[in-house]
């Protein structure tokens, strides 16, 4: 069966009429995108700090203004640290920023079993990925189980737009999951820390200075959510290993 070709385009931010950067984006679900990344990077501590947000996809442009108090030229003078993979991602975090964040202190706890269940409706739910192939997709699990997904050509900018989601309609760190289709780099794991989640997932691996971080921060990370492959690398214990040997869960 023959798929599309994934798309990417360039889409410029600005903030406050000044250009941060520009992205490589799939244009889905860009107002998403843009409140998580927008978050993410500190720039915003919640929605009601946007004044308003445009997206201009036919010209390739996102202008968002935020509140008195933001300092636009002060927070471009921070260095950016252009992020491993796809999607062109730029931080202007770097590690020791990340360190400073509010470690986590969520208690709830979930069967490893039930990571992967939701692992395999996740995939089945990456609707692009299935249409296209190549694309990443970040998902959020709340506490019933339902699920949120978001696509993007870079697994960066998913987790962006799945965060994003979450920004916009003020839901809690504390009653969701996140999943994503991506390695989970420093960055990846500094994006779910400044939101707060609990438990991160991925269906491939995490860096040593990922789960280094996470220790830190008190986030369950785990990795090669595939069955018997499953990895839980830190020890927080959110994840309760419930497979003896690790069976596939379909």
Same mark, same amino acid.
């Given at each position: 069966m023959n798929k599309t070709c994934p798309e990417e385009y360039p889409i410029t931010l600005i903030v406050n009429d000044k250009e941060i950067a520009t992205f490589q984006l799939t244009k889905a679900d860009l107002e998403d995108w843009a409140i998580g990344y927008l978050y993410s990077e500190g720039i915003i501590h919640s929605v009601d700090d946007l004044d308003h947000l445009t997206v201009k996809e036919d010209q390739g442009m996102i202008k968002a203004k935020i509140t008195a108090g933001f300092d636009v030229d002060q927070f471009l003078e921070k260095q950016r640290n252009f992020t491993a993979g796809c999607g062109k991602g730029v931080t202007f975090f770097s590690m020791s920023d990340v360190k400073k964040f509010k470690k986590v202190r969520i208690q709830s706890r979930v069967p490893l079993s039930y990571l992967l269940r939701k692992r395999n409706q996740f995939a089945k739910s990456c609707?692009?990925?299935? /249409?296209?192939? *190549?694309? !990443?997709? =970040?998902?959020?699990?709340?506490?019933?189980?339902?699920?949120?997904? &978001? /696509?993007?050509? *870079?697994? !960066?900018? =998913?987790?962006?737009?799945?965060?994003?989601?979450?920004?916009?309609? &003020?839901?809690?760190?504390?009653?969701?999951?996140?999943?994503?289709?991506?390695?989970?780099?420093?960055?990846?794991?500094?994006?779910?820390?400044?939101?707060g989640f609990g438990i991160v997932g991925s269906r491939t691996a995490a860096t040593k200075q990922a789960i280094q971080l996470a220790n830190f921060l008190q986030i369950e990370v785990v990795g090669y959510l595939r069955g018997r492959m499953t990895m839980i690398y830190t020890t927080c214990d959110r994840v309760v290993d419930d497979l003896s040997d690790h069976q596939a869960i379909m």
């Open positions: 609707e692009m990925y299935l /249409e296209s192939g *190549g694309m !990443h997709g =970040a998902c959020l699990i709340d506490s019933q189980g339902n699920l949120t997904v &978001r /696509e993007d050509i *870079g697994r !960066h900018n =998913a987790v962006d737009k799945a965060i994003g989601y979450a920004v916009r309609n &003020r839901l809690k760190a504390e009653e969701f999951i996140l999943l994503t289709t991506g390695r989970i780099s420093y960055e990846m794991l500094a994006k779910a820390a400044r939101f």
